[in-house]
């Protein structure tokens, strides 16, 4: 009986190599600092103070009001607390409305009963450890129910003029976008804007780079064609209008 060859080790000479996938276009890792100056001058140019839009008249109230916004747009947020901070808007008064009439007022807001829970809470511990105050301090802010470190940049930032960068959704896709800060992870995002944003910019970059991506870096298509910085954003393909 012949002896079965071996299958060959080498590729046959005429079998055709697979077609390489052409290169993704991308823009530079991160933007050069002077277009990184230029992108914050023109914010600023445009809107010095920007603001956020969620309702609030003291740090407790923007506390309860960020801790409501996640997974809620801001216009339901602000429906469901003038009600709610009409009955109560310091965290005595909120322990003693209750979590059944808490959850009342907000529950047209998605996952309403465990925020419902956590506005209680929050506040108990804010009355047991803090005086009744919102404490200054991202640390301590984290410790409190419901409180992650977005929403305690926001009150960081929005309530005691730190230089903090929440990173949302919003801010997320227009850093990754842009390459002002490009990242896998929100923390990503944030730890790469605070290196690139210049100081000076720092405390309101969080607002222009949130309204920026709700309303004109949108999500499903962006409306470079109405960008302000369509000429210093290296995102392909533009859209036009
Ligand atoms: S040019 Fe387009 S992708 Fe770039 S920031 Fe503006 S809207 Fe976003």
Same mark, same amino acid.
């Given at each position: ?83 709610l ?6 965290p ?33 511990? %804010?009355?047991? =450890? ?7 301090? +991202?640390? $301590?802010?984290?410790? !409190?129910?419901?409180? @992650? &470190?977005?929403?305690a ?25 842009t ?11 944030? %730890?790469?804007? =605070? ?7 720092? +405390?309101? $970059?969080?607002?222009? !780079?949130?309204?920026? @991506? &709700? ?12 960008c ?5 954003c ?8």
């Amino acid at each position: 009986m012949a002896a079965r060859q071996s299958s060959p080790t080498k590729p046959s000479p005429d079998k055709k190599p697979s077609p390489r996938k052409p290169a993704r276009k991308r823009g530079p890792a991160r933007l050069p600092a002077p277009t990184v100056e230029e992108i914050f001058r023109r914010f600023e140019a445009r809107d010095p103070e920007p603001k956020g839009e969620l309702e609030h008249t003291d740090p407790y109230t923007l506390l309860v009001a960020v801790v409501l916004s996640a997974q809620a747009t801001d216009v339901g947020v602000n429906k469901a607390t003038r009600k709610l901070f009409a009955e109560a808007s310091t965290p005595e008064a909120m322990v003693a409305l209750g979590e059944d009439r808490v959850r009342g007022h907000i529950k047209t807001i998605g996952l309403y009963r465990n925020k419902a829970k956590n506005v209680i809470a929050l506040s108990e511990k %804010l009355i047991a =450890e803090h005086g009744g105050a919102v404490p200054p301090s +991202r640390a $301590a802010l984290e410790l !409190l129910p419901g409180v @992650g &470190r977005k929403t305690a940049n926001v009150v960081m930032n929005t309530a005691f003029g730190e230089p903090t960068i929440a990173v949302d959704t919003h801010l997320f896709r227009v850093g990754n976008r842009t390459r002002l800060a490009p990242g896998k992870t929100p923390l990503e995002v944030e %730890l790469g804007l =605070e290196k690139t944003v210049p100081l000076r910019y720092r +405390r309101h $970059a969080h607002h222009w !780079l949130i309204l920026h @991506g &709700r309303y004109v870096c949108k999500a499903r298509r962006p409306e470079c064609f109405r960008c302000l910085i369509a000429d210093l954003c290296p995102f392909e393909p533009k859209t036009i209008a």
